[in-house]
C-alpha cells in the first residue's frame, strides 16, 4: 500500500523486515521484486507522488564549475529522477568490469556475467525491450550506419541504444505497490538519519521527518540506501558525525564521484552514402538510434577509455541550420526544463545565439516543414504511449556534428563532502569537486583522432575535425549532470571499496546500497540500467537472505 506520512497517528517505531530509503527507479524495483513474500517491506520516499518544487532547497549544495548545481536532475518524489528522464537504456560492456592497467583504480569485484543476467529483467522494468544491443539482433533490415563504411575492427557501427517510454517508475508501477500485502511505500518521510545499534556493527533504525517535522524511526533487519549517487555518502557521513561516516574505514566514501563528460565535435561529412540518422524502431517495437563505437580490442591498444559517437543535430541556437523546426524549439527554449537548456547550444559555455530575427526568418520560410512536425510531435511525442525521445533534423549542408560521451579515471579527488550550511532538517549540504584529469582530455583526443583516421580510409565518409582546438574544446566538456556515481565504490575489500559485492556496506552487514553510488567504473552507457539491473540482483540476494 501507499501512505502518507501524515496519516500515521501513533509515536512508536514501525517495524518491518526491510526497510529501503528512496523511491526511484532502485528503490521502486526492489519493492516490486520483494512484493509477494513473507517478510514486511517500508519503502521511505521523502516527496510525495508528484514533484513538489519546495523540495528542491533540500538538494541545494554547491559544485566546481563546469558542474551544474546539485539541485538539477534530482526530484524528490515517488518515482524520483524517472519523471525526468530521457529513457536512454545502454548495457556496460564486458570491458567495464576488467582491471586495465592504464586505468587507475578500475575492475569490478564482479564479473560482467554476474550482472548481465538480470539485464533483460532491469529492460523490461524499464520497458526497453529485450537485452540486444546490435543492428543485426534488433532491427528487421540490418544496414549500415554509413552505407559502405567498414570499421575494420577497430570502429564498431552495428551497435544501438535502446530507449523508454520512458517510463515513470512512480506512475508505472504505483498501482502495484499500492496492492501489495507486505510492501508500504511511506510518503514525504525524509530519511535524515542512520542510528548504529550500540556496541555491534549493525543499523538498528533509520529516523525520518514527517510532512509536520515529526521525527519517527523505522526498525528493521535490513536497510537499502537506494538513493543516489550524491545522496548516498551524504546519509551515510550525517549518520555519523563524530567520525569519518558509516563505513568509511578507509576514507573512500564520497570520494571517486564520477560523471560522464560530453561534447560535440568535427563533423561528419558522408560522400553521398546513404546514412542512418533519425530514430528506428526495433522488431520488438522500442525506439533506438546507431552508435559508433571503438572495439574493446582498440580500446586496450590504444590505452583508451570506454565512449560512444553518435550522429548528432546542429546547433540550435545557430540559424545558419536552417530549419523552421529547429528555430522555432530555440525561440521556445525557456519551456524546456533548465538541465535541458544547455543541449540547444550544443553544451558550449558562452556559445552566442543567432539574433531572433533570423530564427523567425526561418520559421516563417518553413511553415510547411513546421506543420508537418507539428503533427508529427503531437502523436508521436504527446499522445504515443511509447514516446519518441526528442527531435532530430538533419543540417542542411548534409554534414553531421559528431557528439560523443565518454566514461572518466576514477579519481580521488573528485568527491562528495558536507559543508557547515545546513538545510531545514539539519543536514550538512553538500559540496560537490569534479573536473576531468588531463590523461582522459588526452585520451579523448586520441579516440576522436582513431575515429578521423579510420573514417578517412574510407570511401564512404570523412570525418572533419580541427586537430590544433581538439584538445582545447575536450577541456571544456561539461559533465553530464545527472550522471552520479562512484562515491560508494563497490570493492573486493575494504581498501578498495565502501560496499562488498553483494552491495553490503563493509563492517555493517545488514546495510546495503542499491544505487549507481556502488560503480567502481562509469563506462560510456547512462546508468539508469545498470542501477536497475543491480537492485534486482540485490533483491535476489535479499530474497534467499530473508529465506533463510
Same mark, same amino acid.
Given at each position: 500500500?501507499?501512505?502518507?506520512?501524515?496519516?500515521?497517528?501513533?509515536?512508536?517505531?514501525?517495524?518491518?523486515?526491510?526497510?529501503?530509503?528512496?523511491?526511484?527507479?532502485a528503490?521502486?524495483?526492489?519493492a516490486?521484486?520483494?512484493?509477494?513474500q513473507?517478510?514486511k517491506?517500508?519503502?521511505?520516499?521523502?516527496?510525495?507522488?508528484?514533484?513538489?518544487?519546495?523540495?528542491?532547497?533540500?538538494?541545494?549544495?554547491?559544485?566546481t564549475?563546469?558542474h551544474?548545481s546539485?539541485?538539477?536532475?534530482?526530484?524528490?518524489?515517488f518515482?524520483?529522477?524517472?519523471?525526468?528522464?530521457?529513457g536512454?537504456?545502454?548495457?556496460?560492456?564486458?570491458?567495464?568490469?576488467?582491471?586495465?592497467?592504464?586505468?587507475a583504480?578500475?575492475?569490478?569485484?564482479i564479473?560482467?556475467?554476474?550482472?548481465?543476467?538480470h539485464?533483460?529483467?532491469?529492460?523490461?522494468?524499464?520497458d526497453?525491450?529485450?537485452?540486444?544491443?546490435?543492428?543485426?539482433?534488433?532491427?528487421?533490415?540490418?544496414?549500415?550506419?554509413i552505407?559502405?563504411?567498414?570499421?575494420?575492427?577497430?570502429?564498431?557501427?552495428?551497435?544501438?541504444?535502446?530507449?523508454?517510454?520512458?517510463?515513470?517508475?512512480?506512475?508505472r508501477?504505483?498501482?502495484?505497490?499500492?496492492h501489495?500485502?507486505?510492501?508500504t511505500?511511506?510518503?514525504?518521510?525524509?530519511?535524515?538519519?542512520?542510528?548504529?545499534?550500540?556496541?555491534?556493527?549493525?543499523i538498528?533504525?533509520?529516523?525520518?521527518?514527517?510532512?509536520?517535522?515529526?521525527?519517527?524511526?523505522?526498525?528493521?533487519?535490513?536497510?537499502?540506501?537506494a538513493?543516489?549517487?550524491i545522496?548516498?555518502?551524504?546519509l551515510?557521513?550525517?549518520s555519523?558525525?563524530?567520525?569519518?561516516?558509516?563505513?568509511?574505514?578507509?576514507?573512500?566514501?564520497?570520494?571517486?564521484?564520477?560523471?560522464?563528460?560530453?561534447?560535440?565535435?568535427?563533423?561528419?561529412?558522408?560522400n553521398?552514402?546513404a546514412?542512418?540518422?533519425?530514430?528506428?524502431?526495433?522488431?520488438?517495437?522500442?525506439?533506438?538510434?546507431?552508435?559508433?563505437?571503438?572495439?574493446?580490442?582498440?580500446?586496450?591498444?590504444?590505452?583508451?577509455?570506454n565512449?560512444?559517437?553518435?550522429?548528432?543535430?546542429?546547433n540550435?541556437?545557430d540559424?545558419?541550420?536552417?530549419?523552421?523546426?529547429?528555430?522555432?524549439i530555440?525561440?521556445?527554449?525557456?519551456?524546456l526544463?533548465?538541465?535541458?537548456r544547455?543541449?540547444?547550444?550544443?553544451?558550449?559555455? &558562452? /556559445? %552566442?545565439s543567432?539574433?531572433?530575427?533570423?530564427?523567425?526568418?526561418?520559421? @516563417?520560410?518553413? #511553415? +510547411?516543414? =513546421?506543420?508537418?512536425?507539428?503533427?508529427?510531435?503531437?502523436?508521436?511525442?504527446?499522445?504515443?504511449?511509447?514516446?519518441?525521445?526528442?527531435?532530430?533534423?538533419?543540417?542542411?549542408?548534409?554534414?553531421?556534428?559528431?557528439?560523443?560521451?565518454?566514461?572518466?579515471?576514477?579519481?580521488?579527488?573528485?568527491?562528495?563532502?558536507?559543508?557547515?550550511?545546513?538545510?531545514?532538517?539539519?543536514?550538512?549540504?553538500?559540496?560537490?569537486a569534479?573536473r576531468?584529469?588531463?590523461?582522459?582530455?588526452?585520451?579523448?583526443?586520441?579516440?576522436?583522432?582513431?575515429?578521423?583516421?579510420?573514417?578517412?580510409?574510407?570511401?564512404?565518409?570523412?570525418?572533419?575535425?580541427?586537430e590544433?582546438?581538439?584538445?582545447?574544446?575536450?577541456?571544456?566538456?561539461?559533465?553530464?549532470?545527472g550522471?552520479?556515481?562512484?562515491?560508494?565504490?563497490? &570493492? /573486493? %575489500?575494504?581498501?578498495?571499496?565502501?560496499?562488498?559485492?553483494?552491495?553490503? @556496506?563493509?563492517? #555493517? +552487514?545488514? =546495510?546495503?546500497?542499491?544505487?549507481?553510488?556502488?560503480?567502481?567504473?562509469?563506462?560510456?552507457?547512462?546508468?539508469?540500467?545498470t542501477?536497475?539491473?543491480?537492485?534486482?540482483?540485490?533483491?535476489?540476494?535479499l530474497?534467499?537472505?530473508?529465506?533463510q
Amino acid at each position: 500500500m501507499i501512505i502518507n506520512s501524515a496519516e500515521l497517528t501513533e509515536d512508536g517505531p514501525l517495524d518491518a523486515a526491510v526497510c529501503i530509503v528512496g523511491a526511484g527507479a532502485a528503490g521502486i524495483t526492489l519493492a516490486c521484486e520483494l512484493d509477494g513474500q513473507h517478510a514486511k517491506v517500508i519503502l521511505l520516499e521523502s516527496g510525495g507522488l508528484t514533484t513538489d518544487a519546495a523540495l528542491v532547497d533540500d538538494y541545494r549544495g554547491s559544485a566546481t564549475p563546469p558542474h551544474p548545481s546539485p539541485t538539477e536532475f534530482r526530484r524528490a518524489a515517488f518515482g524520483g529522477t524517472t519523471s525526468l528522464w530521457g529513457g536512454r537504456c545502454v548495457a556496460f560492456d564486458p570491458i567495464d568490469f576488467e582491471r586495465r592497467d592504464y586505468i587507475a583504480h578500475s575492475g569490478w569485484p564482479i564479473a560482467y556475467d554476474e550482472l548481465a543476467r538480470h539485464y533483460p529483467l532491469a529492460l523490461r522494468y524499464c520497458d526497453a525491450g529485450k537485452f540486444d544491443f546490435t543492428v543485426r539482433g534488433s532491427l528487421a533490415r540490418a544496414t549500415p550506419t554509413i552505407a559502405g563504411f567498414d570499421g575494420g575492427g577497430v570502429v564498431l557501427d552495428d551497435c544501438i541504444e535502446r530507449y523508454s517510454l520512458p517510463t515513470d517508475f512512480g506512475k508505472r508501477y504505483r498501482q502495484r505497490i499500492e496492492h501489495s500485502t507486505n510492501v508500504t511505500a511511506l510518503l514525504n518521510a525524509r530519511c535524515i538519519r542512520l542510528l548504529k545499534r550500540g556496541g555491534e556493527d549493525r543499523i538498528e533504525a533509520v529516523e525520518y521527518v514527517g510532512l509536520a517535522g515529526r521525527r519517527r524511526q523505522v526498525r528493521a533487519a535490513v536497510f537499502v540506501l537506494a538513493a543516489g549517487g550524491i545522496e548516498v555518502p551524504r546519509l551515510l557521513m550525517e549518520s555519523d558525525r563524530e567520525g569519518a561516516g558509516l563505513g568509511n574505514r578507509n576514507d573512500l566514501l564520497g570520494r571517486f564521484y564520477g560523471c560522464h563528460f560530453e561534447n560535440i565535435l568535427g563533423r561528419v561529412v558522408p560522400n553521398g552514402a546513404a546514412v542512418a540518422f533519425d530514430f528506428e524502431k526495433t522488431t520488438d517495437g522500442v525506439y533506438c538510434r546507431r552508435q559508433l563505437r571503438l572495439s574493446a580490442p582498440a580500446q586496450r591498444e590504444h590505452r583508451l577509455l570506454n565512449a560512444a559517437f553518435r550522429l548528432h543535430f546542429p546547433n540550435y541556437s545557430d540559424a545558419t541550420h536552417g530549419s523552421s523546426v529547429m528555430s522555432m524549439i530555440y525561440l521556445a527554449k525557456s519551456s524546456l526544463a533548465p538541465e535541458y537548456r544547455a543541449i540547444l547550444q550544443h553544451s558550449v559555455p &558562452g /556559445a %552566442t545565439s543567432s539574433p531572433a530575427l533570423s530564427h523567425l526568418r526561418n520559421v @516563417v520560410t518553413g #511553415l +510547411p516543414q =513546421l506543420l508537418k512536425f507539428s503533427v508529427d510531435w503531437l502523436f508521436r511525442m504527446r499522445l504515443a504511449q511509447r514516446k519518441l525521445p526528442y527531435t532530430l533534423v538533419p543540417n542542411a549542408d548534409g554534414s553531421y556534428p559528431l557528439e560523443f560521451n565518454c566514461e572518466q579515471t576514477p579519481l580521488e579527488s573528485n568527491r562528495i563532502t558536507l559543508g557547515d550550511e545546513v538545510d531545514r532538517h539539519g543536514l550538512r549540504r553538500v559540496r560537490i569537486a569534479w573536473r576531468v584529469c588531463e590523461a582522459d582530455r588526452e585520451g579523448a583526443r586520441r579516440a576522436f583522432l582513431l575515429l578521423r583516421d579510420v573514417m578517412n580510409r574510407s570511401a564512404a565518409c570523412r570525418l572533419e575535425i580541427d586537430e590544433d582546438t581538439v584538445q582545447e574544446r575536450i577541456s571544456r566538456s561539461p559533465p553530464l549532470g545527472g550522471h552520479h556515481m562512484g562515491t560508494a565504490r563497490m &570493492g /573486493a %575489500t575494504t581498501r578498495e571499496g565502501v560496499v562488498d559485492a553483494n552491495c553490503a @556496506v563493509f563492517d #555493517l +552487514p545488514n =546495510l546495503f546500497v542499491a544505487s549507481s553510488a556502488v560503480f567502481p567504473t562509469t563506462s560510456y552507457a547512462n546508468p539508469t540500467l545498470t542501477i536497475v539491473a543491480l537492485s534486482a540482483r540485490l533483491a535476489a540476494h535479499l530474497k534467499a537472505s530473508l529465506g533463510q
